[in-house]
């Protein structure tokens, strides 16, 4: 980034950081029309239909190696709730927490609750610079530290709504 004219904004545990002058810092829930996660309760599967991802399928990329499937009535309920889209964001919330990915195919699925759903106001933010912001170091060590670890360690919604994003002007 070529900037001249940086300024000083408080950040995390009362430090401060240097961004851009015309940068802000916000919160992931001032960004997104909604933050949710995946389906609570497990569904009927089948052995074809529509994917049903955990969060072993979200790395650097969607797979649907090894999937569940369920029917398209199924599909059609839990649509009602949450609707992954292109350029939403897919974050791990249990078992190996803190991957993030954007949709970047047209494939219907759906989700267990062990996947979050950020969705993006792309008039406020681009979804590939968010996709990359939320992978990178510095809101990484947020993720660990917001990490409730309890029997089995989850990051939840409450939190990812107040993770902290520098943000560049559209």
Not at 1 to 8: L, M, R
Not at 46 to 62: D, M, V, W
Not at 88 to 97: P, Q, S
Request: hydrophobic fraction near 35%; proline fraction near 5%.
């Amino acid at each position: 980034i070529e900037q001249t004219k940086f300024k000083k904004v408080k950040w995390l545990f009362g430090n401060e950081i240097e961004i851009p002058k015309e940068w802000q810092i916000q919160y992931l829930e001032q960004i997104t029309n909604k933050i949710l996660d995946g389906e609570h309760i497990s569904p009927k599967f089948s052995g074809s239909g529509i994917p049903y991802l955990s969060s072993q399928h979200i790395k650097s990329k969607i797979s649907f190696k090894d999937c569940k499937y369920v029917d398209v009535e199924t599909h059609s309920k839990i649509l009602k709730r949450i609707n992954p889209e292109y350029d939403d964001i897919l974050i791990t919330v249990k078992g190996t927490i803190g991957f993030c990915k954007r949709i970047d195919i047209n494939k219907k699925f759906c989700m267990d609750r062990n996947v979050g759903l950020i969705k993006p106001i792309k008039n406020l933010v681009n979804p590939i610079f968010l996709e990359q912001i939320l992978n990178s170091a510095i809101v990484k060590k947020q993720i660990i530290g917001l990490i409730d670890n309890n029997v089995i360690p989850s990051l939840y919604l409450n939190r990812i709504r107040k993770i902290r994003i520098t943000l560049p002007p559209l």
